[in-house]
């Protein structure tokens, strides 16, 4: 395994040969999620279709916030390389180690004694909360392997490498849709048997990872390294704010999933089938903001901001470009997409009218997170996390509470409450961003004088 050096070399294409792994890994990793979706749509019943939908929304947080947490050591790996404190890496490695082990434990206590609890506060329809909490329960339990990924995914962000992860969530991948033929279309096991099969999968992709990891790491990693050190706090100083903003944002999620199941097991069901096409939708800005993250750290530290820079605008036109043409299939084909999941004609209309809403979250997205990435590499993690609890709070959540409770209440209206929020979001970052470059030139005008 080697470190991928960003600080040389044509920006565009560096940034889409290490974007497009990690768009790849994304990819498969949500199919995770839609594969069950699908499989329980066709083998299973619709309450099971509901608490896949449901349940899942609850392994999303987690995920998302793993993502957000092991962003800070993709971030300090990225650092140390850029500034070449190769011995920094190691430390960084074994911290994260020790902490993201410990809130595995956490959870695990937390979503398996516990699952029926968190099922009844998504506000499951009555006929779907018992497998909801069975979905929940299950996954609970493997929780150590889902942390597991997104923590070692980080690791090799960090050392420029994102074609690796590719090929553990390919096996995983393949592993999960037999499982889920298996236990689900030829078992019967509906909701239990997708759960299965997705925790199954997730342990063979970790075990291949550690495998290769350890015979191919560049840095040495020893035990004197697995401990709360300095490196694995200036990580979470990083990672804390992210995590948490991504917390905040899931359970806005969560509290959209309650407002729609009031609507009825048909609208519940479609807003599952339309979750995870939005899961799809989002992986573009999403690969766009983890490469983002490795690019501009390695070259701040390198004192390259015009790299840093140029980056984040390159990445803007890569992400629009793809979004326009994913919103131009969600809005005039959802109802295609959403056939996909499911056989049942209602909820596959209720999961277009949510879709037609949310298309322009599939352009939009791809600018602020274009942004988000450049604030990470320069370690701005707090901002992130002020913006997308100002963007949840204020604008997306009442927006949908308050199109959900309308007579006739329409799910494009409440789909729509995406993309106004982004908006928000966005004009945050522009204000903030004249803000950001004046600070650097402040400082690169003190740090002259000081050498002077």
């Known amino acids: 395994m080697k470190d991928n050096n960003f600080t040389s070399g044509s920006i565009l294409k560096k940034l889409v040969k290490f974007m497009f792994p990690i768009l790849g890994s994304l990819v498969l990793q949500a199919m995770y999620g839609a594969v069950d979706l699908l499989v329980v749509g066709r083998f299973g019943t619709t309450a099971g279709l509901s608490g896949?939908?449901?349940?899942?929304?609850?392994?999303?947080?987690?995920?998302?916030?793993?993502?957000?947490?092991?962003?800070?050591v993709t971030v300090e790996i990225g650092h140390a390389i850029g500034e070449e404190r190769r011995d920094r890496i190691g430390p960084v490695i074994g911290g994260s180690v020790l902490v993201f082990g410990l809130i595995s434990i956490v959870l695990c206590v937390i979503m398996v004694p516990f699952a029926r609890t968190i099922a009844v506060?998504?506000?499951?329809?009555?006929?779907?909360?018992?497998?909801?909490?069975?979905y929940i329960r299950i996954c609970g339990a493997g929780i150590f392997f889902i942390i597991a990924y997104n923590l070692i995914s980080a690791i090799f962000r960090g050392l420029g490498d994102s074609h690796t992860p590719l090929l553990f969530v390919l096996i995983a991948c393949i592993i999960n849709v037999i499982g889920d033929l298996v236990l689900v279309a030829?078992?019967?096991?509906?909701?239990a048997g997708a759960a299965i099969a997705t925790v199954a999968a997730q342990a063979v992709s970790v075990v291949l990872s550690l495998i290769i990891m350890k015979k191919s790491l560049p840095y040495e990693v020893s035990r004197k390294d697995i401990r709360f050190n300095h490196e694995i706090k200036a990580a979470m100083q990083v990672g804390m704010p992210l995590g948490l903003q991504e917390l905040l944002t899931q359970i806005s999620f969560m509290a959209l999933c309650a407002f729609v199941n009031?609507?009825?097991?048909?609208?519940?069901?479609?807003?599952?089938?339309?979750?995870?096409i939005v899961s799809f939708v989002m992986l573009v800005p999403s690969s766009l903001n983890q490469s983002m993250s490795s690019f501009v750290s390695q070259n701040a530290s390198a004192g390259r901001e015009d790299r840093a820079r140029r980056a984040m605008f390159t990445g803007m036109g890569i992400g629009i470009v793809i979004g326009i043409i994913i919103y131009i299939g969600i809005y005039f084909r959802g109802n295609v997409l959403a056939g996909f999941f499911s056989t049942d004609a209602a909820a596959v209309l209720n999961g277009w009218d949510y879709l037609k809403g949310f298309?322009?979250?599939?352009?939009?997205?791809?600018?602020?997170?274009?942004?988000?990435?450049?604030?990470?590499g320069h370690d701005k993690s707090f901002f992130i996390m002020i913006s997308g609890i100002l963007q949840t709070?204020?604008?997306?959540?009442?927006?949908?509470?308050?199109?959900?409770?309308?007579?006739?209440?329409?799910?494009t209206k409440i789909g729509f409450a995406a993309p106004c929020a982004t908006t928000f979001g966005i004009i945050m970052c522009v204000i903030y961003y004249f803000i950001f470059q004046k600070e650097l030139k402040q400082t690169k005008r003190e740090t002259a004088e000081t050498l002077s």
Not at 55 to 72: A, H, R
Not at 121 to 134: N, R
Not at 262 to 276: D, F, M, N, Q, T
């Open 52 to 72: 896949v939908s449901t349940g899942s929304q609850v392994l999303n947080l987690v995920t998302f916030v793993m993502t957000g947490l092991s962003m800070g």
């Open 262 to 276: 009031r609507l009825g097991l048909e609208a519940s069901s479609g807003y599952g089938i339309a979750s995870k």
């Open 393 to 411: 709070f204020a604008v997306r959540l009442p927006l949908a509470c308050y199109q959900s409770v309308q007579p006739n209440a329409s799910l």
């Open 359 to 376: 298309a322009p979250e599939a352009i939009v997205t791809a600018v602020l997170f274009s942004f988000n990435g450049y604030y990470n």
């Open 186 to 191: 030829g078992f019967h096991m509906n909701v």
């Open 121 to 134: 506060l998504m506000q499951a329809p009555q006929e779907a909360v018992d497998l909801t909490a069975q």
